[in-house]
């Protein structure tokens, strides 16, 4: 009997492209993977709307869906209106509990509403706040992945993070998360898998990690 290809969608981190995931390899015998890349938010159009909108580029059933960072949040939005195989949030948060404190005083200052401005502009101040401070060569990487600069998605994005109003975790998420966080430290509610020396940008550097467990953690009943 043939067995059945599972179809493997992932999301990338905020400003981002899909080319984070371009050295997961997942065995083609088993797994189809689909690139999910971010659209340009209307004005005040809400994360739930965002949600079903890219749930629209989902043409397979069962599927599963990965998220990095921000995209983390976003696959957590988009299971709310799908029948998953599988939901798998990296280098994220769960809940609103577990977003750090500067994001959280943001929230109650409304910083957020300025912060966005001035990074449009400054790819190295936009890659800080994206992938964390202490990363080697981080202009060039920074410069490889990231791919919007639209002040409209960055608004919006950003205040989707600091606001978002989960208070329970999904019962059903998986949660991966690097130790060495720097932009949401590790401080998860309820179950996680923590990897040891795990930065946010862990998806790509420790590529390998994710190759050798994807499979077992989608496989596992």
């Not at 400003?15 to 993977?33: D, T, V």
């Not at 976003?74 to 404190?101: A, C, G, W």
């Not at 943001?106 to 957020?112: L, R, S």
């Not at 179950?191 to 020396?197: A, N, Q, W």
Request: aromatic residues 10%; charged residues 25%.
């Amino acid at each position: 009997m043939t067995q059945d290809i599972i179809h493997v969608y992932f999301v990338p981190g905020m400003a981002a492209s899909s080319l984070i995931y371009e050295n997961i390899e997942l065995p083609k015998n088993q797994f189809e993977m689909h690139m999910l890349e971010w659209l340009i938010p209307s004005v005040n159009e809400t994360i739930e709307h965002y949600a079903k909108r890219m749930n629209e580029n989902i043409i397979h059933d069962n599927v599963v869906l990965i998220g990095v960072s921000f995209g983390g949040i976003l696959v957590q939005e988009m299971s709310k209106y799908l029948s998953l195989r599988k939901l798998i949030v990296i280098s994220s948060v769960k809940t609103k509990h577990e977003l750090p404190k500067r994001m959280k005083l943001a929230k109650f200052t409304k910083a957020y509403k300025i912060m966005p401005t001035s990074l449009v502009n400054n790819i190295d101040a936009l890659a800080k706040y994206t992938f964390g401070k202490s990363v080697k060569k981080r202009v060039a990487l920074y410069r490889r992945y990231l791919s919007i600069t639209n002040k409209q998605y960055l608004d919006w994005s950003i205040k989707q993070v600091v606001c978002w109003n989960q208070d329970k975790p999904l019962e059903n998420a998986i949660h991966i998360q690097g130790d060495k966080d720097m932009v949401f430290p590790h401080r998860c509610l309820g179950e996680c898998i923590t990897v040891k020396g795990g930065t946010h940008i862990m998806i790509i550097n420790k590529y390998k990690w994710f190759n050798e467990n994807l499979p077992k953690l989608i496989l596992d009943e």
